[in-house]
Structure formats: structure tokens, C-alpha cells
């Protein structure tokens, strides 16, 4: 059983400060990995990809990738209260890129 | 633009009723999947298909099927509805590559 796991929060920071989320995944032949966003009542939307060790720079958005530690985060820089949302990781394993979500993390950003 | 819509948007039927739900791309993508949201337990993957005439199961496909006739649809059929079944459903496509999949808005189902 493939599993991902993310801190539920509720998460708090005030505008303009970095927001940290957190991910785990058990699955070592994971391939590619995802941050999704998401309001209240609507889709995911794709924030950011990363398949390799490291950083990856977005923006505002910087993902971070160790594959030793089975470990990805997201940091949001200069939160604004728009990036309030539920923030879900996703690994993807298989052909057809199937995802595995964490149960994701609400981030309020408070103005 | 291209798309990926859903129908219905809300649905409520009754337990033991087959309904089906709609899922439509004109992102002319291979990848096709179904997905299950229910607070705490994040999404869910129900079903996915290659391409047409393919078709895999999930996590959790038991009590749902799908079929795959042309490109562009994947209906997810629930058998017999159950009220375990009542969720928001999200319906997504990708390409080969899987960068990225586009969700659809979403059917939320309530099963009585």
C-alpha cells in the first residue's frame, strides 16, 4: 500500500511570512511528485512538479525533493491570504503517472 | 480552450440505484482517471485507463466500473449506489509524458 502523508493542520502564518508544508511518501519507486492547491469547493490546480534532488524554484514557490529521506516540501515566500487553501501532495508511480495524495494541509495566511 | 467538464454536477439518488457519471476531455489526453474525495482521507484513485479500449483499477474500484470507448470520455458507473459511496467525485486527464492532470469541477453525489 502506497502511502503519503502530510501534517493536517490547520497551518497559520501571517501575510508575508514563509509557510512550510511537509510530505512523506513510503512508496521508493515513486517517480515524480506534486503540489497541488486547492479552495474550498473546487478542483485541484497543479502548483508545482518535481521529479529530481533538490530544489526547485517557482516564483514565490519553492519545491524541495530528498529521495534518501523519502521527503518533499513546499515553501511559499511572501504568503498573501489568497495562497489560503488546502494543499495536497501527490506522488505519482506506474505507466499512466497514477497519483497518490496525502489528505493535504490547510494553510491559512492572515492578513 | 481546451477542457475537462463533468455531469452532473450534484446528484442525489437512492441506495441500490445504478447512476453514472459523466467525464469529457478535449485535451485529446490518453490518460484518463477517476477520483474519490472525502474529508480525511485526501483523493483517492478509483479508476484509470491508458487509452481506449483500457481500463485499471485503483485503491478503491470495488462497487465502481468504467469503460473507455473513444478518446475524449470515461463514465464512471456505480453498480449498485451505496450510501459509502456518497463523496465529491473528480475526474482528470494527463498525457503521456504526466506532468501534469487537469481536473474536472467535480459531481458531487449524495447516496440516501
Known amino acids: 500500500q502506497k502511502e503519503v502523508e502530510q501534517n493536517s493542520g490547520p497551518l497559520s502564518v501571517p501575510e508575508g511570512a514563509i509557510a512550510s508544508l511537509n510530505c512523506t511518501y513510503s512508496?521508493?519507486?515513486?517517480?515524480?511528485f506534486f503540489w497541488y492547491r486547492q479552495y474550498s469547493g473546487k478542483s485541484p490546480e497543479l502548483i508545482m512538479f518535481i521529479y529530481s534532488n533538490g530544489d526547485k524554484e517557482d516564483g514565490r514557490f519553492t519545491a524541495q525533493l530528498n529521495k534518501a529521506s523519502q521527503y518533499v516540501s513546499l515553501l511559499i515566500r511572501d504568503s498573501q491570504p489568497s495562497d489560503s487553501a488546502t494543499y495536497l501532495c501527490?506522488?505519482?508511480?506506474?505507466?499512466?503517472?497514477?497519483?497518490?495524495f496525502g489528505s493535504g494541509t490547510q494553510l491559512t495566511v492572515l492578513p | 480552450d481546451a477542457e475537462i467538464t463533468q455531469s452532473p454536477r450534484h446528484k442525489i439518488t437512492e441506495t441500490g440505484r445504478q447512476v453514472t457519471l459523466a467525464c469529457h476531455q478535449t485535451?485529446?489526453?490518453?490518460?484518463m482517471f477517476w477520483y474519490r474525495q472525502d474529508l480525511g482521507h485526501g483523493l483517492r484513485l478509483i479508476h484509470y485507463?491508458?487509452?481506449?479500449?483500457?481500463?485499471n483499477k485503483g485503491e478503491v474500484s470495488d462497487g465502481y466500473s468504467v469503460s473507455r470507448s473513444n478518446t475524449e470520455d470515461l463514465p464512471l458507473t456505480l453498480e449498485s449506489a451505496a450510501s459509502s459511496q456518497t463523496s465529491v467525485y473528480f475526474c482528470?486527464?494527463?498525457?503521456?509524458?504526466?506532468?501534469?492532470?487537469?481536473f474536472g469541477p467535480g459531481t458531487r453525489l449524495t447516496v440516501l
Open positions: 501527490a506522488v505519482a508511480s506506474g505507466s499512466a503517472r497514477q497519483l497518490t
Open positions: 485507463s491508458y487509452g481506449v479500449q483500457d481500463t
Open positions: 482528470a486527464s494527463g498525457d503521456r509524458g504526466g506532468n501534469e492532470q487537469f
Open positions: 485535451w485529446n489526453h490518453n490518460n
Open positions: 512508496d521508493r519507486g515513486s517517480q515524480s
